[in-house]
């Protein structure tokens, strides 16, 4: 079967649908913890073709926001749609009304980032929609005072990200991927798992050698089957059920499995596995071990 791609932007009569896709953390280092409590931390994201939808429709006044589809999401001014746009007008010196409908397909507490995806999408919808002309600049300030990995979700589809995660450098690099991605019944808390994480600075050390040598010969394309996530074992230390289906997924899959960013998701690089060896894999993973898995691409944008 061809995969499925959809456009980021669909314009509609007065409103814009707006795709906001999942990512995966094809590396993860984590350099030390900051004086302002955050961690500053070295990673490569990878957005992949599954996808939230924010409607964003123009109504007479005030802020509007309905949630649907298979998953959870806050309704009220807490969700980052609706604190996006409260700042988004704010720095616009503007009011308007404006219905939000989010179908979220994508699970919050995962390590995708859906949530912080959201948050991009609904800057730049709105921006979109009512022709504010906030620049690049702008767009990704707000973005990240909002959450760490927002800025991300305005380019891509594959950057380096440092500081806290908001500082981006684009990825030219047209490499292609197939991933089979595992969805574990279990949702993790972002925060606790960096509470909960001890550093090691010479592990950081080597690791960041590894990897910065790999970026700089652009060999991007073999971040994901190394796998080097450095929030893997707070998180496994917290949730042991995620502990214990990664090494029973690892040792019986066609690739290694890695941690999507703080957890839960984690993903298996496929792209020259043959179709009956993933569907093999797939079933086992559903049937010995109750979890639930996708077949993802590399998404275009
Ligand atoms: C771990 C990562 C890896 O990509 O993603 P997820 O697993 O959440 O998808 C990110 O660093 C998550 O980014 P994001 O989810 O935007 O985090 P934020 O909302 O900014 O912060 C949530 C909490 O995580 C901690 N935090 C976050 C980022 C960071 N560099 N250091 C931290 O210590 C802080 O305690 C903060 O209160
Ligand atoms: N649009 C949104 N979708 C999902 N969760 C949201 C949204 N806006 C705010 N939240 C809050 O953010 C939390 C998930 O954030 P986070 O742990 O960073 O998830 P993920 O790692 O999957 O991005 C949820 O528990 C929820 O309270």
């Known amino acids: 079967m061809s995969p499925e791609f959809k456009e980021q932007f669909e314009d509609i009569e007065g409103g814009v649908v707006v795709r906001a896709p999942a990512k995966i953390n094809l590396s993860l280092l984590i350099a030390g913890k900051r004086e302002d409590g955050f961690h500053e931390i070295e990673t490569v994201m990878a957005k992949v073709n599954w996808y939230d939808e924010l409607l964003i429709e123009r109504i007479e006044s005030g802020i509007e926001l309905f949630c649907e589809g298979p998953y959870w999401a806050p309704e009220g001014p807490e969700n980052l749609v609706w604190r996006a746009c409260r700042r988004v007008f704010d720095e616009a010196g503007v009011e308007y009304g404006v219905r939000f409908t989010l179908r979220k397909n994508i699970p919050a507490g995962t390590g995708l980032g859906s949530a912080s995806s959201d948050c991009a999408a609904a800057v730049m919808g709105l921006d979109r929609l009512f022709d504010l002309g906030l620049s690049r600049g702008q767009q990704m300030r707000i973005g ?109 899959g066609p690739g290694r499995v890695c941690l999507s960013g703080s957890g839960s998701a984690m993903y298996c690089m496929v792209t020259d596995v043959e179709e009956h060896e993933i569907e093999d894999f797939q079933s086992m993973l559903r049937e010995r071990m109750g979890c639930e898995s996708l077949l993802l691409y590399s998404n275009r944008w």
């Open 144 to 252: 990240g005072e909002l959450g760490s990995d927002v800025p991300f979700f305005m380019g891509g589809p594959v950057a380096y990200c440092t500081g806290r995660g908001e500082k981006i450098d684009e990825k030219r690099c047209n490499f292609f991927f197939k991933t089979i991605l595992l969805l574990p019944d279990v949702t993790v808390s972002t925060k606790k798992v960096y509470e909960n994480y001890h550093h090691d600075e010479d592990e950081y050390r080597r690791l960041h050698g590894e990897i910065s040598q790999y970026i700089a010969e652009n060999r991007i394309d073999l971040l994901g089957s190394i796998c080097e996530n450095m929030l893997a074992a707070s998180c496994f230390d917290l949730y042991p059920r995620l502990s214990d289906l990664k090494s029973r997924s690892g040792s019986l």
